[in-house]
């Protein structure tokens, strides 16, 4: 059996760009940063940086495109796949993540993720997120025998 399946978290690196193929389909790619600390033989905290280009096709590039931005988090589902072409004379590859799904981070860690950390979310009523009442469990016991499944 074999298996071509990539799951990546990061930060990307540069707004989505959205083209449209011949046939209508749309296009968007990216880049996402992804972070890795280590430490060394000597204990010195090490850090390195990979960067991982991204393609969406379809719907989900029209909302990739549409809400994502630069510095904004996501977390892509997908498959490894190398292209190669000819460019005056010389081969070239490209190896990207063609994403099945694209899954958004929180809206306030980004630079264009929207809202910002500082602002609570208001609801219908206007109240702020963190008045909202806790929830309240009822005081008396339940008994396993009464649970009628």
């Known amino acids: 059996m074999y298996l071509n399946k990539v ?6 690196t540069r707004d989505p760009e959205l083209r449209s193929l011949p046939s209508g389909i749309q296009v968007a790619s990216f880049s996402i ?3 890795r600390v280590w430490n060394n033989k000597e204990g010195v905290k090490q850090e390195s940086v990979e960067y991982h280009n991204i393609v969406v096709f379809g719907r989900q590039a029209e909302t990739s495109a549409q809400y ?9 589902e997908g498959r490894l796949q190398t292209r190669s072409w000819e460019a005056d004379g010389v081969k070239k590859y490209r190896t990207e993540i063609v994403a099945d799904r694209v899954q958004f981070g929180p809206r306030g ?3 264009g993720g929207g ?13 702020s997120d963190k008045t909202e009442e806790a ?15």
């Open 7 to 12: 799951f990546v978290y990061g930060n990307l």
């Open 33 to 35: 940063a992804t972070n």
């Open 68 to 76: 994502l931005k630069k510095g904004s988090s996501a977390l892509i």
């Open 109 to 111: 860690s980004g630079t």
């Open 115 to 127: 809202a910002s950390q500082a602002a609570p979310a208001q609801d219908a009523k206007g109240a």
């Open 135 to 149: 929830i309240k469990y009822p005081d008396e016991e339940i008994n396993p025998d009464d649970i009628p499944f």
